[in-house]
């Protein structure tokens, strides 16, 4: 069986970088809060070109943490989308707040600004689009319609893009605050969990390291309410050896998926659109395809593994049905039924995609005899 995610091979190419990274903690033991979580702070400030980068546990503390600093809390809502990993509504349920959903393009997947407008009321707290797949959402007009309304703040729930660009500026540097997760199989991973958070306001930054530290501004002072949210130093170390090839591996994800999307458009299969004002790091390859299940069965057949990004929308979980009714969002409720996600590592050869796109025009071949 081909590998959906290859991380086996990324880690014998750097394997004695993280090794040595590693080591250097063991040494010095300093488990939490040890400066390679500083450093790669630092590192990450730079390569945003942010303000601030706070690291934290995950990436859904990320957006946990950066809603608390905002003050959201019981009662308020906060825009955001249906189709994402539940996560996205999950922090602002634990807070208290109501996800409003608002639907979705239907050739990108990410979270449709147009509609965002009418969703706003007096108690809109912040709106969090998703950058989907590893393609940045509209930032500058969603970042628009938030000024038009008094500024409310936009977190980017950049967890999958990482890397990516929109019109000259990185993801998670896009927004009031930008969140984004370390999660193996994200575009850069660590070896469990981690997260960081992106601001260019000083008071947001201050909030939210004292959140992650249980809302402590120095030992034994509690300011603020706050979680244990803290990135392992192991973590952090593993993230600091990957950084070395990680411009590396984002110029070979975009090689691969620009690849995969000639090969799509030369048999005439719906893919999903990159649009020109900014790049994918194709955390995911996703298309859109019919009698998706027989699709499945015929390429596990084969040997070539798929995955499902997202098969039910937010608005249609049991724990957040009762928060819209499936009908306001009838894109995000159709392309559900349709996305499909091909396998997609920095490491695809040209060859392996060659058999990918075999088996695809085979497995649509079975699927279309009756």
Same mark, same amino acid.
């Given at each position: 069986?081909?590998p959906?995610?290859?991380?086996?091979?990324?880690y014998?190419?750097?394997?004695?970088?993280?090794?040595?990274? =590693?080591?250097? !903690?063991?040494?010095? %033991? $300093?488990?939490?809060?040890?400066? @390679?979580?500083?450093?790669?702070?630092? +590192?990450?400030?730079?390569?945003?070109?942010?303000?601030?980068?706070?690291?934290?546990?995950?990436?859904?503390?990320?957006?946990?943490?950066?809603?608390?600093?905002?003050?959201?809390?019981?009662?308020?809502?906060?825009i955001?989308?249906p189709?994402?990993?539940?996560?996205?509504?999950?922090?602002?349920?634990?807070?208290?707040?109501?996800?409003?959903?608002v639907?979705?393009?239907?050739?990108?997947?990410?979270?449709?600004?147009?509609?965002?407008?009418?969703?706003?009321?007096?108690?809109?707290?912040? =709106?969090?689009? !998703?950058s989907?797949? %590893? $393609?940045?959402?509209?930032?500058? @007009?969603i970042?628009?319609?938030?000024? +038009?309304?008094g500024?409310?703040?936009?977190?980017?729930?950049?967890?999958?893009?990482?890397?990516?660009?929109y019109?000259?500026?990185?993801?998670?540097?896009l927004?009031?605050?930008?969140?984004?997760?370390?999660?193996?199989?994200?575009?850069?991973?660590?070896?469990?969990?981690?997260?960081?958070?992106?601001?260019?306001?000083?008071?947001?930054?201050?909030?939210?390291?004292?959140i992650?530290?249980?809302?402590?501004?120095?030992?034994?002072?509690?300011?603020?309410?706050?979680?244990?949210?803290?990135?392992?130093?192991?973590?952090?170390?593993?993230?600091?050896?990957?950084?070395?090839s990680?411009?590396?591996?984002?110029?070979? +994800?975009?090689?691969?998926?620009?690849r995969?999307?000639?090969?799509?458009?030369s048999?005439?299969?719906?893919?999903?659109?990159q649009?020109?004002?900014?790049?994918?790091?194709y955390?995911?390859?996703?298309?859109?395809?019919?009698?998706?299940?027989?699709?499945?069965?015929?390429?596990q057949?084969?040997?070539?593994?798929?995955?499902?990004?997202?098969?039910?929308?937010?608005?249609e979980?049991?724990?957040y049905k009762?928060?819209?009714?499936s009908?306001?969002?009838?894109?995000?409720?159709?392309?559900?039924?349709?996305?499909?996600?091909?396998p997609?590592?920095?490491?695809?050869?040209?060859?392996?995609?060659?058999?990918?796109?075999s088996?695809?025009?085979?497995?649509?071949?079975?699927?279309?005899?009756?």
């Amino acid at each position: 069986m081909m590998p959906f995610i290859d991380l086996k091979t990324q880690y014998e190419t750097l394997k004695l970088q993280i090794q040595a990274r =590693i080591n250097s !903690v063991l040494e010095h %033991g $300093q488990y939490i809060m040890g400066p @390679e979580v500083r450093e790669l702070e630092q +590192r990450l400030e730079a390569y945003t070109n942010a303000n601030h980068c706070i690291t934290v546990s995950s990436g859904t503390e990320a957006l946990l943490i950066g809603l608390m600093a905002l003050g959201v809390g019981s009662g308020d809502e906060v825009i955001t989308t249906p189709f994402s990993f539940v996560a996205t509504a999950e922090v602002i349920v634990l807070l208290g707040a109501k996800p409003v959903f608002v639907d979705i393009e239907p050739d990108t997947c990410n979270l449709n600004w147009r509609l965002i407008e009418a969703k706003i009321t007096e108690k809109t707290k912040a =709106i969090m689009p !998703v950058s989907l797949y %590893g $393609q940045p959402a509209d930032m500058g @007009e969603i970042n628009a319609v938030a000024a +038009r309304h008094g500024n409310i703040p936009v977190i980017e729930d950049a967890a999958q893009s990482f890397g990516a660009d929109y019109k000259g500026r990185k993801s998670c540097n896009l927004s009031t605050i930008g969140c984004t997760s370390f999660f193996p199989s994200k575009p850069l991973g660590c070896y469990g969990d981690g997260g960081a958070i992106f601001t260019n306001n000083d008071k947001i930054a201050q909030a939210c390291r004292e959140i992650r530290v249980h809302g402590q501004s120095k030992r034994y002072v509690h300011t603020r309410i706050g979680i244990g949210g803290r990135m392992d130093t192991l973590q952090c170390a593993i993230l600091l050896a990957k950084l070395e090839s990680f411009e590396q591996e984002v110029v070979n +994800r975009i090689t691969i998926g620009e690849r995969y999307n000639r090969m799509l458009d030369s048999i005439d299969f719906t893919r999903l659109v990159q649009r020109d004002s900014r790049t994918s790091v194709y955390a995911q390859y996703t298309v859109l395809c019919e009698d998706r299940e027989r699709l499945r069965e015929t390429f596990q057949q084969i040997g070539i593994p798929t995955a499902v990004h997202y098969s039910v929308p937010l608005n249609e979980q049991p724990a957040y049905k009762e928060l819209c009714c499936s009908a306001c969002t009838p894109v995000a409720n159709n392309v559900a039924k349709r996305v499909l996600s091909l396998p997609m590592h920095p490491n695809l050869s040209e060859e392996d995609q060659k058999k990918i796109l075999s088996a695809l025009e085979t497995a649509v071949s079975a699927v279309s005899t009756p």
